[in-house]
């Protein structure tokens, strides 16, 4: 089974609307760690936005929220008041810490494209 | 400015012919790894080390070759047994004191065959 999903190859998004990129993760451990990175056509990859499991709250970063919902395995980024720069490849991670920490599990990305 | 450097950014290999890939990092970073990416695809691990003169397989490891002789560098060699070796390669570091650290990634270097 596929330990990270992202079923939305690409979306199209207005200028200025809030977007929802959907991540749903499948574990056994209770302690794991989820990340978004976005990936712009130059191929870098940038970090965005960090959720631990034992975390209460959503994180924020600016712009970017983490809808993170545990019971359903889903972990969300909105990108609110969406920008041209926006446009780009977008990853969601899992690192499963009972096995140490050294590997990230990545999906398979989102692209998403910022209409004007 | 602290960060990762890879090098080259383009990168072509003749058949049979092993080809290394350069990655140095300057943010004092114990782990270092290396992806694969191709297109349409998320990241897939070849290679970590936590430590110098140790390092791991990943999930897709054959055809591949590392060292770890200094923290800073964590060069890949593409070996002729590589038989798909055309991909977007990302190298990446990160701190070992918590499932909270991201990895911060280079630019990447784009290998194809000729």
């Known amino acids: 089974a596929q330990k990270i999903t992202q079923t939305q190859p690409g979306m199209f998004v207005q200028e200025k609307e809030a977007v929802t990129l959907d991540c749903t993760y499948d574990?056994?451990?209770?302690?794991?760690?989820l990340f978004w990175y976005k990936q712009p056509s130059s191929g870098e990859m940038i970090f965005l936005i960090y959720?631990?499991?034992?975390?209460?709250q959503n994180a924020t970063e600016g712009r970017y929220s983490l809808n993170f919902q545990k019971a359903r395995k889903s972990a969300n980024l909105v990108i609110s008041a969406s920008q041209l720069g926006d446009s780009a490849m977008y990853f969601c991670?899992?690192?499963?810490?009972?096995?140490?920490?050294?590997?990230?599990?990545f999906g398979t990305g989102t692209r998403l494209t910022i209409i004007p | 400015d602290g960060g990762i450097t890879q090098s080259p950014k383009y990168l072509f290999r003749k058949e049979g012919q092993n080809v290394t890939l350069s990655c140095e990092q300057n943010?004092?970073?114990?782990?270092m790894y290396w992806y694969r990416q191709d297109p349409g695809q998320g990241l897939r691990l070849i290679y970590y080390?936590?430590?110098?003169?140790?390092?791991q397989k990943g999930d897709i490891a054959e055809g591949y070759s590392v060292s770890r002789e200094k923290k800073e560098s964590f060069p890949l060699t593409v070996t002729s047994a590589q038989k798909n070796p055309t991909a977007f390669y990302l190298c990446?570091?990160?701190?070992?004191?918590?499932?909270?650290?991201?990895?911060?990634f280079g630019d990447g270097t784009r290998l194809s065959i000729l």
């Open positions: 990446a570091s990160s701190t070992l004191t918590g499932g909270d650290q991201p990895q911060h």
């Open positions: 574990t056994s451990d209770q302690s794991y760690s």
């Open positions: 959720q631990g499991s034992y975390d209460e």
């Open positions: 991670a899992m690192r499963e810490l009972s096995f140490g920490n050294e590997k990230l599990t």
């Open positions: 943010l004092n970073h114990d782990a």
């Open positions: 080390s936590q430590i110098v003169n140790d390092f």
